[in-house]
């Protein structure tokens, strides 16, 4: 599996955080919404806010990647300092603009901060699976349905032989007819859908390729695939344990597709065409 792009310590927040500690949450909750004030603290103040212990700041720093609390705040500052001030997150029903325009600047800060995540190297390894595979499959359970449904009409409209099913039984059963020559792309926010863990599993004794689309960097199904490409999801600040937003992993279904069509733009464009036309009767 490919090593996660380095990047700010939010993003890294969101993206590790199924695999924090109960307390190491707390740290976690805490500075995801008060960022601004913890670089001014000392770790017995953060402590004290999250009530945790100093021992726990202290780990839950080594947690995400860092030797302590000091190196901890210079990262912060430096990512503060070097982006944008984060839009609001409040929604709020007598103000329908506000709420509307924040809405919208998290999706678009979602999107920029995806882009920032993904691993230059690991995106053109995984075009190359997809260019030479025989066949690929997208495998979903739940809310990442539509997108995998998503990505297999697209790749399918540039000629890359792709196949998706919605329900479990029958993505269990093509996955027992996969390849060395195949490719399955998995995509999970959370990363532990156990159907998919399973279909991971399957191509591995199959010998197939495994991608894995994710916002958590340290996922079961990112443990398990060949390569991950990671999203940056921010809803948790809207919904304190769900998420539901597919537009970041979307996003990278697109940014597949539109980078393979000018690995062979003259036999895309043909491929587009010629579907076009066999779809126009279905059309006014």
Request: charged share 25%; hydrophobic share 40%; net charge negative.
């Amino acid at each position: 599996m490919s090593n996660v792009k380095e990047n700010n310590i939010l993003n890294t927040l969101h993206s590790l955080y199924p695999t924090l500690h109960d307390a190491e949450k707390k740290v976690a909750d805490y500075v995801i919404k008060e960022y601004l004030n913890v670089i001014d603290m000392s770790v017995a103040e953060l402590s004290e806010q999250c009530y945790v212990s100093e021992a726990t700041i202290v780990r839950f720093c080594k947690r995400i990647g860092l030797r302590g609390f000091h190196h901890f705040k210079i990262a912060l500052a430096r990512d503060i300092n070097s982006s944008e001030k984060t839009p609001s997150p409040t929604i709020n029903l007598d103000n329908f603009e506000e709420s509307i325009n924040n809405i919208f600047a998290y999706k678009i800060e979602e999107l920029k901060q995806t882009a920032s995540f993904l691993d230059e190297q690991t995106v053109k390894k995984s075009m190359e699976l997809i260019s030479n595979a025989n066949l690929v499959h997208f495998v979903a359970a739940g809310n990442s349905i539509p997108v995998a449904l998503d990505g297999a009409y697209k790749f399918s409209q540039i000629g890359v032989r792709s196949i998706v099913n919605t329900t479990p039984e029958m993505q269990i059963s093509m996955a027992h007819s996969l390849t060395e020559n195949d490719v399955v792309i998995g995509i999970s926010d959370s990363g532990e859908s156990k159907l998919l863990l399973d279909i991971f599993e399957i191509a591995k004794i199959r010998k197939a390729k495994t991608i894995c689309i994710t916002s958590h960097m340290k996922s079961a199904l990112s443990k398990k695939a060949d390569f991950q490409l990671n999203t940056v999801t921010k809803e948790k600040l809207f919904f304190s344990e769900f998420s539901f937003t597919r537009i970041p992993a979307i996003a990278v279904i697109d940014t597949l597709f539109l980078l393979l069509t000018k690995t062979g733009l003259d036999n895309s464009y043909r491929s587009i065409s010629d579907r076009e036309q066999a779809l126009s009767d279905f059309k006014y």
